[in-house]
């Protein structure tokens, strides 16, 4: 039978809550996340229904097929062959006329089946706190969880994959985090996809992800990437940045000029920002650049000694200028003809 909960948990408490049994009648799941969402409804999908009753006792809508009313009617009824039903509404985003059908919900929730959890799956927004629906939820006491799921921003995804990797009893380089980081983006599912493959190929026994097996695992070189470009440029080495970007003009598909365009702007731009920033201590850089590993610090302090403020100005600039050549504007060359230029700007100015 379904148990009181508190609200506003996060998704670890929700797990722990549902392992335990200890369901809500409702569960409202939102956000631009669908990592932690997922989890929740594959928790739930394993715990609430015994596997023998699931053909009676748990049903499964989708959004975009979905009639409100018979779903609604489905949450009401009474478990058939156990003691508690599993009714859940997937994609409730993609419903026709979402905001107005979700709303239906508003009296369900306030008088919801307790021998029944339902369940409304809501991915890539959250739902307005001025609706009905949500109205409701906020007066209906512990009878609802509401887990709202935001998207994590880049410099919060070390935190993640380090969990991820201790939960997957596995240690993993800082520099294999940022690459990771750099190379997959801020989908966490995708990320986390990433780890499991490179785990099954380090094979049983292995103890650390590394950088030189992300490179290998994920198409990168392991001397000529982005990061040694950014570092080579952050030390002004001339000569290895040019034989960086010769190794890109001859592996296009591994190294897309818009990538190299973003790593340089960001590193430029946070050598503006250390520039003027009053506390230059390594606490007080990470802190003003949202740091969270000192071997990002590192190029950054290699920067401001080989670039002045007004140098790292002028490198945005040229940056600027390389990005609308890159697409045809005012020029035709070769976009990685184009690089060598770019770079020979950005170490030549005064």
Do not use: W
């Given at each position: 039978m379904p148990?009181?909960?508190?609200k506003?948990l996060t ?9 335990k049994?200890?369901?809500a009648n ?9 990592y932690y969402i ?13 596997e023998d009753?699931?053909?009676f006792?748990?049903l ?7 009639d ?11 478990p ?8 859940i ?5 993609t ?11 508003a ?7 307790n021998?029944?959890v339902?369940v ?5 927004d ?6 009905a629906?949500?109205k409701a939820?906020?007066k ?8 709202k799921s ?6 919060q995804?070390?935190?993640?994959i ?9 240690a993993?380089?800082?520099q294999?985090?940022?690459i990771?980081i ?5 989908s966490l ?5 990433e780890?499991?493959k ?5 094979g ?10 992300v490179?290998e695992n ?5 001397e000529?990437n982005?990061f040694?470009?950014?570092k080579a440029?952050s030390?002004k080495?001339?000569p290895k940045?040019l034989?960086?970007?010769?190794y890109f003009?001859?592996n296009?598909?591994n ?5 190299t ?6 590193f430029?731009?946070q ?9 230059k201590?390594?606490?007080?850089l990470m802190?003003?650049?949202?740091l969270?590993?000192?071997y990002s ?7 401001l000694r ?8 002028a490198a945005?600039?040229a940056?600027?200028?390389?990005d609308?050549?890159?697409k045809g504007i005012?020029?035709?060359?070769n ?5 060598k230029?770019?770079?020979f700007?950005?170490?030549?100015v005064s």
């Amino acid at each position: 039978m379904p148990q009181k909960v508190s609200k506003e948990l996060t998704y670890r408490d929700v797990l722990d809550k549902i392992k335990k049994r200890e369901f809500a009648n409702v569960y409202l799941l939102m956000g631009e996340e669908p990592y932690y969402i997922d989890l929740i409804v594959d928790a739930l999908e394993r715990n609430v229904v015994k596997e023998d009753n699931k053909a009676f006792d748990q049903l499964v809508f989708y959004g975009a097929d979905a009639d409100i009313d018979v779903v609604i009617a489905s949450a009401r009824q009474y478990p058939v062959m156990g003691d508690c039903q599993l009714v859940i509404l997937k994609e409730a985003q993609t419903c026709s006329g979402n905001k107005s059908q979700l709303d239906k919900f508003a009296s369900y929730i306030m008088q919801p089946n307790n021998q029944g959890v339902f369940v409304l799956v809501y991915k890539g927004d959250n739902l307005s706190a001025t609706s009905a629906l949500m109205k409701a939820a906020s007066k209906a006491g512990d009878k609802v969880v509401v887990f709202k799921s935001p998207k994590i921003r880049d410099y919060q995804l070390s935190g993640p994959i380090k969990e991820y990797c201790r939960m997957k009893k596995i240690a993993i380089e800082e520099q294999a985090v940022q690459i990771l980081i750099e190379y997959i983006g801020n989908s966490l599912q995708k990320l986390f996809g990433e780890i499991d493959k490179l785990i099954v190929s380090a094979g049983n026994g292995a103890q650390r992800i590394t950088a030189g097996m992300v490179e290998e695992n994920i198409g990168i070189s392991k001397e000529f990437n982005n990061f040694e470009l950014t570092k080579a440029i952050s030390t002004k080495d001339y000569p290895k940045a040019l034989r960086i970007l010769d190794y890109f003009k001859k592996n296009p598909k591994n190294n897309p000029s818009v990538m190299t365009t973003a790593m340089l702007q960001k590193f430029f731009s946070q050598l503006v920002v250390a520039h003027y920033s009053q506390d230059k201590t390594d606490r007080g850089l990470m802190e003003a650049l949202q740091l969270k590993n000192t071997y990002s610090l590192n190029e950054i302090k290699n920067g401001l000694r080989m670039y002045t403020p007004r140098q790292s100005l002028a490198a945005i600039s040229a940056l600027r200028e390389f990005d609308c050549k890159s697409k045809g504007i005012g020029s035709l060359q070769n976009e990685y003809d184009l690089q060598k230029e770019l770079i020979f700007k950005i170490f030549t100015v005064s």
